[in-house]
Each structure stands twice: as C-alpha cells, then as structure tokens.
C-alpha cells in the first residue's frame, strides 16, 4: 500500500482505520497554494511531502516523512517568489529571465549555510540540517523536525513574562550555541520568539536560518523582519551586520521575557528613542541586567554589546561594591580622576599633575588605624574571657528565681529532650503565670500574612488545626488572612486548643498550566497545586511514554475549578497500538494528607459530562 495514503499530510502520523486523523483537524479537501509544493508530492524517492508549514522571501518550509528513517522531519525549499516561479506541471522553477545571475548567487548562498549548519550535528539547540540535494531546478535542505511550542505561544501560556532565574536556565545553553555559530561565520539576523521553540523536554532550540539578503532591506527580495527584534542596520543595504546584530535581537528577545512588553521598533528608535529600560517596567528585575539589556540593544551598532561572550560576561559578572550601593540609592562621591580634564579645569582646578603626597599625614593615618585595631582586640579578649567565667560559674540562685515566668515556645525545634524539658518548665511556671493572667505561658505568634506550609512547620502539633478555604481572584494563595485565636494570647499547648485559620484556595477560574516539557507526573502534580481535577487519557504517540501531549482546553485558558470542571489530559503510550486509560482525581482533601484533624475545603464535585475535544495540536 502506497505510505502517502496511510499518512496524515498535516502531521504526519498514522491515519485511523477509517482513514481520519486523531491529531489534527488537517483534511485533505483543503486547498494549497498553487505557487508551491502540493502534499503527497514525493522527492528524491525518499521524502513525502505534506502541508506548507510557513513561507518567506527566501523559500518555503513543509512537514514531510522520511521513507528510509521512517520519522517526521522539515523540507526547507529554495523559492525566492520575486526572481522565479513554479511551473504546475512539471513542479520545476522557472528563473526571471533577468534575475538569473542573482537566483544562483542566493542559492549558493542558501547551500553554504545549511551546508555548515549540517556539519554541526553536535549542537542540540538548533535545527541541523540532515540531508540536502537538487531538484526541479532548485536546492533543497531536510532539517530535523522539533516537537515543540514557539517561545511565542508558550510566553502566552505563561503568563507573558519569566523570572531571571528561569530565563538563567533555558537560554545559558542557547548563549553558548550562538556563540560557536557565530565562530562558524554564521549570523542569524532572525532571533525572535517565533524562531526559538520551546521542546517537549523544556529546553531551546533555534530555527529560521536563512541567506542574509532576506533579512536585510533593498537586496531584491522581499525581507524578513520581526518587529522589535530586528536590529536598527538590518533596516539599510548600507549599514555593516555582525555578531553584534544578533546581539540586539538576543537582547530584545531577554526584554520581551522579563518585561511582559514588545520591545519599540529599531525604526522608530532611529528617529524616536523612547524605549524603557527593563527595571522601570518590572522592578523585579536587577538594575543591573536591566543596564545589561538597554546597552546591547542600543541603536548604534558601534555603542552596542559587540558578542555573545561579552553579553554573557556582563549579565553573570559579579558587581562591585560601588554598583551594589548605587543601586540601593546611596551617593557615591565621583573621585576627581574620572572627571574629563576640560571638567576639571571648568570647575576651577588647578592641582598640579605631580604634586607631592603629604607623608606625615599618610604616616599619622596609619599609626592611629594600629592603635584603633589593638583596642578592638582587646575589648574581644576581655568580652570572652567573661563569658568563659559565666559558663564556669553556672546559673546563680538570684538569676533562676529572676527569670521570666512568661515563656514563647519555639516550635521550629522538633528535639524529644528540648520538648520534654520546655514541658517541665512551662509546669513550673503555671502557677506564677497564671497568677499573672497570662494563661499557661505559651503565646499565640502572628500568622496572618504568612504562607499557610510555614505556619504548619512553626506551630507543629500544638494546635488542633482546621482550615476555612475560600475562592478570590485577588487575594494570595495559600496565604493565612485570618486567624481564630488573636495574636498575642496566652494558651496551653499541652490541651491543643482549636484553631481555625482563613486560607484563600486561589481563582475560581484558573488558567490551565503549560505541560511543554513535563512528564505525566510532574503535570499532574502541578494540577493537583492548582486544585484542578483531570481524566488521564493515553494516546499513540512518538513521544517518550508517560509524556503529556496535549490538553482539552489550550494552555492559559480558564477552568472553573469551583464547579469542578473535569481536564483531560492526553499522555503518549509510546506505543503503535492505541490504549486507553482513565483516571479521576478525588478531591483535594483525600489526595493530599494534612497533618490536622480536620480540614473543611471548597468541594469539587467531577462534571457529570466531558465535552469531547480533539486530540492536541502536533
């Protein structure tokens, strides 16, 4: 049976029995652009070609099978639309009769890049080339096909923004493979959210190489740019392109993550610079990688960050002490010798350049600094020999009867003997407390504006716990508002009074979290954090098994977990064959194991219907 008609030529997969597609909504009644490669078309005798995945000046990208290594990869075609057109019967490129000279030079152009691309098949964070051959009278390249997210799409499910701490870890190796490209002669002058994927094992890997001329303006095809990623000189035939050029890009793409905000268009800032830097738009971020970001993006390319290795070396660079306090606001007094002469002379110095140092002065300093250190030192002998005659002499009668009849229990220390000796002492204190008025000489600490796992740590067992939930949009999650026993007052831990805390549970409607790059379990926990119930669903794939590939309702989309709206979650088997299993979440209060009484949390009661969803997007 031909492969093509057991094939999904919008994904690739294996059709069903009933020749439908179980990943994608692709059907075969929808039309191609006639201008290029139609599905099923196959090349050099070993590919399938299937659905046009994107386009630009430069060529088109589809989604094709390999025969021989029976595996999804990319084609990538050479086809600038303003120098050629196809011809539909014969699927070969016929070159503008006067754009000859410039279609071979690109193409030439097109094969050495992709050629020493192929020669780094060591790199895991791009997208090498495997195989690369002519045909209907064009270059092709078969590029290794990544399962993945746009940083684009999963920036959306994520809130729209990353921590430093988290953009530290995905894009180091990113940094370190940019710089070995640019060591080979190759700059990119394409970095943006929508060339960086996101893998289904959570690591980055950057795509969208193509010739320089399609990402320059004036070089008779039509370009390429990404707004806000594009940097200044790519915008002129005349200005010289670097490493630095990818730097502005790298740079934009750091301000897109950090600051949730689309960076000002290198265009407008040529005329206009009005851009803000980082800091001032999320505070969370260092000043110093917010000065960091602003310099590699500077619209001149002579002022910028001139290499991935220096942007690396000034983000991670230790600070010195002098930025640390001028960022926390302090005054630092300019030393004159970093003040330009033409200032010096205007503010009316007129120092000689050689003039003498006072050694009297330097010498007086220093004996006073001697004196100064001798007197520390003995003040910290004197202070230990008196405590070395305190711990000789032991506690005094006078001290022991003196002592605080009021006692605050630390309950941080989980030690048996400290317990049973803090007991022994609380009983012998009851009298006097009590006299006092002070109850039985524990207090009742503050937990109000304190996370709810910290005030179970701190307290231990002392009290009998219960937790009042609560459903709000604004308040923190799991974060104490109230408390049923006031701040302040006394009690006897040994009766474990009742105590009640108000605990808000989180939104009502919650967003549904990404699962790019998490296995069944690591997703399932983080639904359980998110009090979101799921239905597990296996499902042919060839991803790894146990990985989740899919969700009912798309990433950062809302569920109503209040109602207890049911998630399905599609998990690959790894397998040819298709197995389904099914499992429902209970509620909060059986899966997770508190170590109180009794808890009384908002109920989640399953959906009595589960609306049927089509399985997730390849």
Known sequence: MDPREQLCMGCMNELDPSGQCQYCSYTENIPHLQAYLAPKTVLDNRYIIGKMLSYNGEGASYICYDMVGKCKCVCREYMPDTLCERDSSTQELIVNKDCLAKYKTFMSEFADVNRTLSKMRNLHHIATARDMFNANNTTYVILEYVEGVSLKKFLQSNSGFLSWEQVKKLFVPLFTTLSI???????????????????????????????SS??????????????????????????WQGTWTDVYALAAVLYRILTGTMPLDAQTRTKNDTMVEPA??????????????????????EERIQTVTELVSALF???????????????????????????????????????????????????????????????????????????????????????S???????????????????????SSQGESSEAGLGEGAIVPKMTGVRLDVVK???????????????????????????????????????????VLKVCSGPENVAVPAYYGLDQKSYLDLLNEWNIKYKVTEMRGTQTAGSVIGTSIYPGNKINVKNGDVLIVYVSDGKETVTTT????????????????????????????EKSQPAPEE
């Not at 009849?405 to 009983?427: G, L, M, N, P």
């Open 181 to 211: 490209i640019h060591n080979a002669g190759i700059i990119h002058r394409g970095i943006s959210p929508e060339n960086i994927i996101v893998t289904t094992d959570g690591e980055l890997k950057l795509t969208g190489f193509c010739i």
């Open 214 to 239: 399609i990402r320059t303006s004036n070089t008779g095809l039509l370009p390429e740019f990404y707004s806000g990623y594009t940097a200044p000189e790519q915008y002129s035939s005349l200005e």
């Open 280 to 301: 001032r738009i999320n505070p969370r971020i260092s000043p110093h990688i917010s000065r960091v970001i602003a310099k590699a993006m500077a619209v001149r390319g």
């Open 317 to 403: 660079e230790q600070r010195s002490r002098q930025h640390i306090e001028m960022e926390k606001g302090s005054t630092q007094t300019i030393p004159v010798q970093h003040i330009p002469r033409s200032s010096r002379e205007r503010q009316g110095e007129r120092r000689p350049a050689n003039k003498p140092v006072n050694q009297a002065k330097v010498k007086k300093k220093s004996t006073a600094a001697i004196i100064v250190s001798w007197v520390f030192i003995a003040v910290i002998l004197a202070l230990c020999i008196f405590l070395l005659y305190l711990l000789l002499s032991g506690p005094s009668e006078k001290s022991t009867s003196s002592s």
């Open 405 to 427: 009849s009021v006692r605050v229990i630390d309950f941080s220390k989980k030690d048996s003997k400290t317990d049973s000796s803090s007991k022994a002492d609380a009983q």
């Open 457 to 499: 740590q701190q307290i231990g067992d002392n009290f009998t716990l219960k937790i009042d939930w609560y459903f709000s949009d604004t308040d923190e999650r799991n974060v104490v508002v109230a408390q049923s026993i006031p701040e302040g007052e006394s009690y006897d831990p040994s009766k474990k009074p009742e105590l």
């Open 582 to 609: 099914e499992k429902v979440t209970e509620t909060q209060s059986e899966t997770k194991q508190e170590p109180v009484q009794s808890e009384t949390k908002p109920t989640q009661t399953a959906a009595n219907t």
